[in-house]
Every structure is written in C-alpha cells, then in structure tokens.
C-alpha cells in the first residue's frame, strides 16, 4: 500500500514539474510592461488580461482656435474676401425703425468688418462666405438708415438714430433690445469677440455673456 501511495505522490510531484516546466518554456521570462510576452514555440506576442484591468480610453486634446481679439495678427478688412451674394426681403418695413420705407435693403447686423475685427479675420474662405450670407444675421433695412448705419458697432448705431445728424428714427426701447438680442446671438454662435462692444447696452436689456 506503501509503495502505491509513494508511486502516486512522485507521479503528481512529476506532474507539477512539468506544469510549472511547461509553463516557463512558453512565457519565457516576467511579462512586459503591458501584460504581453513573446511565445518562444511559436514566435508570436501574447497577451494576458486580468479581470480587473480596464480598456484605456482615449481622451482627445481640446480643440483650440486661434485668439479671437481685436487685430493682432490679422490682414486688413476686405470685403470682397466675404464672397456676400444679396439677401432680398418681400417687406417694406425697416427691422430697426418699424417704419415703412420706399427702399429696402438686407443689412448685416454684425456687420462683416465687425466680424473681421472681433475673430473672423482668421477664417478661411468657406467660414467668411457662410457667415457673410447666413440668415440669422440679416434683417431688412430702411436703405437710407443701412448707409447712415454702415459698419457701426451697437452702441454707435443707437447714438446715431438719435443724435439729430444724418438719418434719425425712433429706436423705441423693445426694438433696441431685439436688435442688441440678435446682434449677441450672432456672435455667440460665430464665437467672435466682444471686446470691442460696450456691454452695458446688453446688459439694460438684460442679455448676460
């Protein structure tokens, strides 16, 4: 009985011998740093995954854009770089004045040197040609308060309908506010700058930045 249990012990302990042999031979050394080693009967990289190892997740850099601050870096303004095609309204009212007018005209309220000068000067063609013809930055325009208005910025605008020089209408308090409202969600959408602007107009018509 003796030696039947002997010869069963030194046939498991053999057997362990060549698990552990076996197992050596294949990984051939610690496993990298990456849970790989190479398999010498074969050649090839293995790879072993414990249970609570994870997948890495990729997590890419945040896109940035170039500062969008008034000059600094920038061409000078030229319209033509804007590729604007004319926008036709089927009204005769002014969206500034609310007045009925003999000639109307589409009008940027963020107009494109304003654009140029608070970030869009570092656009490429494709981005100027959408933003010079998108509809959400167009409004109808009594023509002779388009050209008093020309590249003015807000604040300037509202001084001028009422400073009794060039073309003068009632800027009535909630037509102020939609244009100033409209005017900042250009912006905000196209990320320009409003460096330039004299936000206290935004802020009595209680628009935040």
Known sequence: MFNNYGLAMKGAV?????????????????????????????????????????TPTYSPAPVTKPSSSSGGGCGSYDREEWGYKGFKFSTDIGFYSGQSCSSIDSDHLVSLKDAHESGGCYWGGSQKVQFANDVDNLVPSCARINRSKGASLP????????DGKGVDFQ?????????????????????LSFRANNLFAFSSCGISF
Do not use: M
């Not at 057997?15 to 010498?40: F, M, P, Q, R, T």
């Not at 604040?155 to 009422?162: D, M, N, V």
């Not at 009535?172 to 990320?191: F, I, P």
């Open 171 to 191: 800027f009535t308090g909630s037509r102020k506010c939609a244009y100033l409202s409209r005017y900042a969600a250009v912006k905000k959408k196209y990320q």
């Open 14 to 54: 053999l057997l362990v011998i060549l698990s552990i042999s076996g197992l050596s031979y294949g990984h051939g050394g610690g496993l990298a740093a990456d849970g790989c080693h190479n398999e010498k009967s074969t050649g090839t990289r293995h790879c072993h995954k414990s249970k609570s190892s994870s």
């Open 155 to 162: 604040h300037r605008f509202i001084r001028l309908a009422g």
